[in-house]
């Protein structure tokens, strides 16, 4: 019932397109996997995540789900038609976004990833991408999606909390990962926290130091990128650069014991904090903001909107 219309992306388990009711009209996103060809017994990375969406469904932050099943030996994943990711919403902006910006956009992606922890879900991947901006009334909406590697950090039946590991193969994207993901160390909910600690940075600053480091190995790269976050000069001088709330942030953070549930109120505070000094209490407006907001873009007044960026491709700039 579904007529594809644009090719959003590919992987090595299916791809996400865009697509049309044919009775309808009403916008979707489909996302299409099948089991992997060098891994045949793992599950479909789909089907997983359409679980996933399951346990989070009626969150308003949360893309709701049209349907899930299986067609013509591929596993569909139907979603609502949401706008631009943070990404996409950084390069558009000249590669980094105002303060204000991060801050209130920093107050939504917070409260989700607290959500998905009230469900029993650690999400194991937060990255820009995966924060996507809501279109037409929703525009001021931001949704986290893409659940493939979230998973359950309590056993559902006993309620106790998943034990601690050493020795697990590195998943997530590195650049943000937490720096105990880079030795092999089980991930809970403070590596989250601090991963989206780092993704608030790369937005307000437009890169991080580790992305610009030269290493002769992928591996020799990925153990740089470690020692860089444990602590290192760059680290600290990031976070000298940086509103002080945010050195408090990754104290805390990192201050946690693998089991240990953060302090939500305080880390929520600190974005009050900032909100309250800045004098921003009461504007719910992002800044810079398009008047054509209900386009789903927050594209700076400088910029003309064109129809191109409207779905959210945005691989012709």
């Known amino acids: 019932m579904y007529q594809m219309t644009k090719l959003f992306g590919t992987g090595s388990s299916g791809y996400v397109t865009s697509a ?21 017994d793992m599950p479909c990375v789909v089907r997983y995540e359409a679980l996933v969406y399951s346990l989070l469904r009626g969150h308003p932050g949360i893309p709701s789900c049209k349907w899930s099943g299986l067609d013509r030996g591929s ?15 950084r390069r558009l902006s000249r590669g980094k976004l105002s303060w204000k910006t991060v ?21 194991r991947d937060i990255k820009p991408d995966n924060f996507v901006m809501g ?29 601690y590991r050493e020795g697990r193969v590195p998943l997530g994207t590195m650049p943000f990962s937490s720096y ?10 403070r590596d989250d926290l601090e991963t989206l600690g780092y993704v608030l940075l790369y937005l307000l600053h437009g890169t991080l130091p580790w992305q610009e480091i030269y290493a002769p190995s992928k591996e020799a790269g990925l153990r740089r990128m470690a020692e860089m976050k444990a602590g290192s000069t760059a680290f600290r001088d990031l976070l000298a650069h940086s509103p002080a ?73």
């Not at 049309?20 to 045949?40: I, N, Y």
């Not at 105990?180 to 909910?189: A, L, M, S, T």
């Not at 990192?254 to 240990?260: A, D, I, Q």
Request: net charge negative; proline share 4%.
């Open 245 to 317: 709330e945010f050195t408090t942030y990754f104290d805390h953070c990192r201050g946690l014991k693998f089991e240990e549930k953060p302090n939500y109120a305080l880390l929520r505070q600190l974005f009050s904090q900032i909100i309250e000094r800045e004098g921003w209490t009461g504007d719910t407006r992002f800044d810079p903001l398009e008047r054509s907001s209900d386009k789903g873009t927050l594209v700076p007044e400088e910029y003309k909107l064109d129809v191109r960026f409207i779905g959210g491709d945005l691989t012709t700039l």
């Open 20 to 40: 049309f009711h044919v009775l309808t009209g009403s916008e979707v996103v489909l996302k299409l996997g099948t089991a992997s060809e060098d891994m045949p």
């Open 103 to 123: 801050v209130m956009l920093g107050v939504q992606m917070f409260n989700r990833v607290e959500f998905a922890y009230s469900r029993g879900i650690i999400l």
């Open 135 to 163: 279109v037409g009334e929703k525009s001021h909406i931001v949704y986290l999606l893409d659940f493939g590697l979230a998973k359950l950090y309590v056993n559902p039946s006993t309620g106790e909390h998943i034990p």
């Open 180 to 189: 105990n993901v880079h030795f092999g160390r089980e991930q809970g909910r």
């Open 75 to 89: 596993y569909v994943l139907s979603l609502e038609q949401l706008g631009v990711n943070l990404e996409q919403l």
